[in-house]
């Protein structure tokens, strides 16, 4: 028989806890192998964020001096403090000291050194210190969830200093094949597909945004699978072939390009459009509520360019269930009735002004 595998995000380790503690240090010490967890801090974490006071104050008795400087970090950023460069410094002696030595939190404590820089706008420091960062954490923790962080961190801070080139050469240090977890995969796809579109590399928007949905759904991310989904079609649309190779096939035959060879054709076929698609609109919250609703403009968009609105009829009949002002801008946009297109008049009006 094959090993059932338990789940390992630190929210299960809380609802465990939840539903069979409270336990002694002995039995949490035993979740935790189970669970293939090999320090405490993450697990801490979790109990803050996820309100497990209880719990918390057991696991506090157990973490090793950084573990607790850092915990005092996220604790403080929780509450709101945002001037924590004197802190994270402070942590970091801590994890260097002899006595209180530990690498792998000296390579986070750096990157969030590094965050703190940009924030105060010096980016080279924070470029120096992401990068010291990463090169600790994939020596000493590899494909751990700091190493993804400092690798997407990286990538980002490329992004945002107007170097694509250099976030995508980060991005491609997360391989879909290797030990990273399935939501750096998806984040580090989404990040990549939107460089590629920016650079009119069409073939390589598609396949990093159909990676990015896949990845997604793994990891049980779906709000991040349908807006890695949408971003598929979005690509695809104008690239439907009939003759076209299954997407996944595509994406398992390419290749990298040489230099001076030509960018790979998009060709979609037809049934892969229709499977995200309708794996999306499916997945989509059951309310249309909320102030900021990417998923559904992104869906309705869509639903317009394939000639499937239909499918939102009831909500394009409810103008009051939306609260998003450019999810009402665009249905008021696409509504051909003048009684109805009337109604999203008089309700963009309204959110426009609160």
């Known amino acids: ?19 069979n503690g409270p336990v002694d240090i002995e039995t949490l010490t035993q979740w935790r192998d189970e669970m293939n967890w090999n320090t405490w801090l993450p697990l801490a974490e979790a109990a803050m964020y996820l309100d497990a006071a209880e719990l918390l104050a057991i696991l506090e008795t157990v973490l090793s001096p950084a573990e607790t400087a850092t915990l005092g970090l996220v604790r403080r950023r929780m509450l709101g403090d ?14 260097r000291h002899p006595d209180t030595r530990d690498l792998a939190l000296e390579g986070r404590l750096r990157m969030e050194l590094g965050l703190a820089k940009y924030e105060l706008g010096d980016v080279e420091g924070a470029k120096e210190d992401l990068t010291w960062a990463e090169t600790r954490l994939k020596s000493v923790a590899l494909a751990t969830r700091d190493h993804d962080l400092s690798l997407i961190n990286k990538a980002a801070l490329h992004t945002a ?13 997360i391989p879909r094949n290797g030990n990273h977890a399935d939501e750096t995969i998806a984040l580090s796809r989404l990040g990549a597909s939107r460089i590629c579109a920016s650079m009119g590399h069409d073939f390589d928007a598609a396949r990093h945004a159909w990676n ?12 991040m699978a349908i807006e890695g989904g949408a971003l598929f079609l979005d690509f695809a649309s104008p690239h439907v072939d009939e003759s076209a190779e ?11 390009r040489q230099a001076g060879e030509e960018a790979r054709v998009l060709k979609v076929h037809p049934s892969d459009i229709n ?22 403009r992104a869906m309705v968009s869509l639903a317009s360019r394939f000639d499937k609105l239909d499918l939102f ?18 249905i008021q946009n696409l509504v051909d009735d003048q009684h109805l297109k009337g109604l999203w008049d008089i309700r963009l009006a309204t959110l426009t002004k609160l």
């Open 82 to 95: 945002t001037r924590l460069q004197q802190s994270i410094e402070q942590a970091l002696e801590i994890a």
């Open 1 to 19: 028989m094959s090993e059932i595998e338990l789940p390992q995000a630190p929210g299960y380790f809380i609802s465990r806890w939840r539903e």
């Open 313 to 330: 009829k009831d909500l394009i009949e409810d103008p009051d269930s939306v609260e998003d002002s450019m999810l009402a801008a665009i």
């Open 275 to 296: 499977r995200v698609f309708e794996w999306c609109c499916s997945n989509l919250p059951e309310e249309n509520s909320g102030y900021e609703r990417p998923d559904l």
């Open 161 to 173: 200093c107007g170097e694509p080139v250099m976030a995508l050469a980060v991005y491609s240090d």
């Open 212 to 223: 990015a949905h896949g990845h997604a759904i793994k990891a049980n991310q779906i709000g």
């Open 246 to 256: 299954k997407m996944h096939v595509q994406i398992e035959q390419s290749q990298p």
